[in-house]
T-cell receptor, first 115, second 110 residues
Framework: EAGVTQFPSHSVIEKGQTVTLRCDPISGHDNLYWYRRVMGKEIKFLLHFVKESKQDESGMPNNRFLAERTGGTYSTLKVQPAELEDSGVYFC?????????????FGEGSRLTVL | AQRVTQPEKLLSVFKGAPVELKCNYSYSGSPELFWYVQYSRQRLQLLLRHISRESIKGFTADLNKGETSFHLKKPFAQEEDSAMYYCALSGSGNTGKLIFGQGTTLQVKP
């Protein structure tokens, strides 16, 4: 069974441009999360989907970030316009509804570099 | 404020030596604590859950509510233990929302 897949693995864009990151969760996992790690800092929660609904988006930094999960399958995270401080690694994770607490399955991450 | 602190960025030990990766937390309530590990070129993965009181790959971690700590220990380090270790906290409700520490790189030298 495939794990959580993220695309692209690395994106380099200029300040002001737009980037869209994609996450395909493990099949059947209703819970999908976005986290990010900016340089030198801890991994921080961005938001949580349950199926297609946003359960918690308290970690989204500002309105330049837009996450969607149409149909409750894959998710996209769009940054528009990108700023220098958005550089970092964006992780997606998924979890089944019956998983044990804390058992998230992470993707390999999408590294974003904003120049 | 909810916070997880891992005071060491890097811990370097020789093979066979004991290892203790420190983790302290701040949380008003009854948190659940976890250790995640990321080996080189691999994904972040769950290593231990405090509630399970399990030993995985020789690692154990005990939740000390009095000291608000959840240190990760292994009596004899192996080279394959070299990795980045993250301590994480989850509040009640099993939502999957985790608060991570900054991580500690464990380097086990031959």
């Amino acid at each position: 069974e495939a794990g959580v897949t993220q695309f692209p693995s690395h994106s380099v864009i200029e300040k002001g441009q737009t980037v869209t990151l994609r996450c395909d969760p493990i099949s059947g996992h209703d819970n999908l999360y976005w986290y990010r790690r900016v340089m030198g800092k801890e991994i921080k929660f961005l938001l949580h989907f349950v199926k297609e609904s946003k359960q918690d988006e308290s970690g989204m930094p500002n309105n330049r970030f837009l996450a969607e999960r149409t149909g409750g399958t894959y998710s996209t995270l769009k940054v528009q316009p990108a700023e220098l401080e958005d550089s970092g690694v964006y992780f997606c994770a998924s979890r089944s509804m019956t998983a044990r607490a804390g058992e998230l399955f992470f993707g390999e991450g999408s590294r974003l570099t904003v120049l | 404020a909810q916070r997880v602190t891992q005071p060491e960025k890097l811990l370097s030990v020789f093979k066979g030596a004991p290892v203790e990766l420190k983790c302290n937390y701040s949380y008003s309530g009854s948190p659940e604590l976890f250790w995640y590990v990321q080996y080189s070129r691999q994904r972040l993965q769950l290593l231990l859950r405090h509630i399970s009181r399990e030993s995985i790959k020789g690692f154990t971690a005990d939740l000390n509510k009095g000291e608000t700590s959840f240190h990760l220990k292994k009596p004899f380090a192996q080279e394959e233990d070299s990795a980045m270790y993250y301590c994480a906290l989850s509040g009640s409700g099993n939502t999957g929302k985790l608060i991570f520490g900054q991580g500690t790189t464990l380097q086990v030298k031959p």
